[in-house]
């Protein structure tokens, strides 16, 4: 999850993308975030009573045999967080109430941490750095795209135990966390200092030849209005073209790739349609006239994910852009947050998403226009001298 949107409303994509400083998905696109007033119907089918009684023959052998002491809320959780695992879906996940307004913070792009996004790696079951975030604590203390961490504090976690894992890389500001890293079969140690982590700046420069550039790692709350500022800022400096970088953009808040699609798209252009386990449609529409008219080469990577995909499916297929670098990572799928009366939250895969052209792009991704590979040396580099970066020249190349 990898984003409906109101003032009671909050998207997110993920991808299972998880920001530590922290998001999640990251590092994952968020549908709408809404409560539940404890209806039983919606918690309850028809196989409950078969469940129920499955776990009664259990508690009842656990009190009979079992040594030590019961704590009955950790038992709840516990069926609960399986129960939903069982799903088989790596953006579906139980949020106990102790998270959830940390989750619910992290939603909206308020951190305390390192500041790496995070995503799981379904092929070995571990957690991949998917980026440092740039200035953060853990750029500055040599993190690098692609590490596995093996071990927290210590303590070794699964990709199956991301958010768990990513609780306890935050903490309180000005404290420290142990992190063991794999790296080219290589194990380094890690001791980082927590900070206030300001994410998702939306970064712009002029290029040569009056090439406007724009980058930012993430679609939280407000970012379409600052990519709106920094267009408007490198305008006024008489750009003429533009590239927009989502290369390591984990995707985010739904409505931030809408907005940001409705400044470049003609009025009433379709941005994508959203289809439920109904088959019934929801199609987004841009609702104004555009206010960016150039020519515009979007970069993207494996580690373009959700919102991301989603403004580059739009842009494609609108033929409004073209797409420099590689296959995009291919999470299509949108997710609810929910909050129960109890005050834990489901956030559970309600719909997936197509293109404008209809294409689908859960598992399957977006391919560039032109496909240009970084340099094996490069490749999991957090900053690139420009004239070092392939896709960059390349899209430079491109609007001359």
């Avoid at 129960?83 to 909206?108: A, F, N, Q, R, V």
């Amino acid at each position: 999850m990898e984003e409906k949107k109101n003032r009671t409303k909050v998207y997110k994509i993920i991808m299972l993308i998880i920001l530590v400083a922290f998001v999640t998905f990251i590092i994952t696109s968020i549908g709408m975030y809404q409560y539940l007033t404890g209806d039983v119907s919606l918690l309850s089918n028809s196989n409950s009573e078969d469940i129920a009684s499955t776990l009664d023959k259990y508690r009842n052998i656990i009190d009979k045999y079992y040594l030590g002491d019961v704590d009955d809320e950790k038992l709840k959780e516990g069926a609960i967080k399986g129960y939903i695992e069982g799903l088989g879906d790596p953006y579906t996940e139980y949020i106990s109430k102790d998270d959830m307004e940390t989750y619910l913070e992290d939603t909206l792009g308020n951190f305390v941490g390192i500041g790496i996004y995070m995503v799981k790696d379904e092929n070995t079951n571990t957690i991949k750095v998917l980026a440092p975030i740039e200035g953060s604590p853990a750029e500055k203390a040599g993190v690098l795209p692609g590490d596995t961490i093996v071990s927290i504090d210590g303590t070794q976690y699964s990709g199956d135990q991301m958010s768990v894992a990513a609780n306890k890389i935050k903490g309180e500001e000005g404290s420290t966390v142990k992190l063991q890293i794999l790296r080219d079969n290589q194990t380094l140690d890690f001791e980082i200092k927590r900070e206030n982590i300001k994410v998702n700046p939306v970064d712009g420069k002029v290029l040569e030849n009056n090439i406007g550039y724009i980058q930012f790692s993430s679609f939280d709350e407000g970012t379409a209005e600052d990519f709106k500022a920094k267009y408007e800022e490198l305008k006024n400096q008489g750009i003429n073209s533009l590239i927009i970088d989502l290369r390591n953009n984990g995707g985010g808040i739904v409505d931030e790739a809408l907005q940001i699609a409705n400044y470049i798209l003609d009025k009433d252009s379709v941005v994508l349609y959203e289809v439920d386990k109904n088959n019934k449609e929801d199609v987004k529409k841009t609702t104004d006239d555009p206010i960016i008219n150039v020519p515009i080469i979007l970069l993207t990577n494996e580690n373009t994910a959700s919102a991301s995909e989603i403004l580059a499916g739009a842009l494609k297929d609108a033929g409004k852009a073209k797409i420099v670098g590689t296959k995009t990572y291919g999470k299509g799928v949108i997710q609810q947050v929910m909050t129960l009366k109890d005050g834990s939250g489901l956030k559970i895969t309600t719909e997936k998403y197509l293109t404008p052209n209809r294409s689908e792009i859960n598992k399957i991704g977006i391919e560039p226009d032109e496909k240009v590979e970084l340099p094996d040396s490069l490749k999991n580099q957090l900053v690139i001298d420009e004239k070092e970066d392939t896709q960059l020249q390349k899209a430079i190349e491109m609007l001359k």
